[in-house]
Nanobody, 127 residues
């Protein structure tokens, strides 16, 4: 298994920034492509961002492009999501996800290919 633990969520005001981190134990995250999803109550999980195993290829949802930045540090076994200019509509539970590298592009389309999920961290943006 690749237990994933997210941290860094919280309550902020519109326009503020937050940095989410996803730490892995067990197998190294360098073996996986990684991503972030978010979910509002009563809705499905929405793709936010993804990063290839090497960190070379990055993908973002249109709703966060230009505001969020995904990065990874394979040496520290972590994946991060830097969120700037936060909006109330960014409010959700944010989940870290790991997939085999060949499924990176499918990860951007559907959460069904995710092999491992974190437990989620709440982000609340007040107006």
């Amino acid at each position: 298994q690749v237990p994933l633990v997210e941290s860094g969520g919280g309550l902020v005001q519109a326009g503020d920034s937050l940095r989410l981190s996803c730490a892995a134990s067990g197998r190294t995250v360098s073996n996986y492509a990684m991503g972030w999803f978010r979910q509002d109550p009563g809705k499905g999980r929405e793709f936010v961002a993804a990063i290839s195993r090497s960190g070379t290829n990055l993908f973002y949802a249109d709703s966060v492009k230009g505001r969020f930045t995904i990065s990874r540090d394979n040496g520290k076994n972590t994946v991060n999501l830097e969120m700037n200019s936060l909006k109330p509509e960014d409010t959700a539970v944010y989940y870290c996800a790991a997939v085999p590298p060949l499924l990176l592009f499918r990860l951007c389309v559907s959460p069904s290919v995710v092999e491992y999920w974190g437990q989620g961290t709440q982000v609340t943006v007040s107006s």
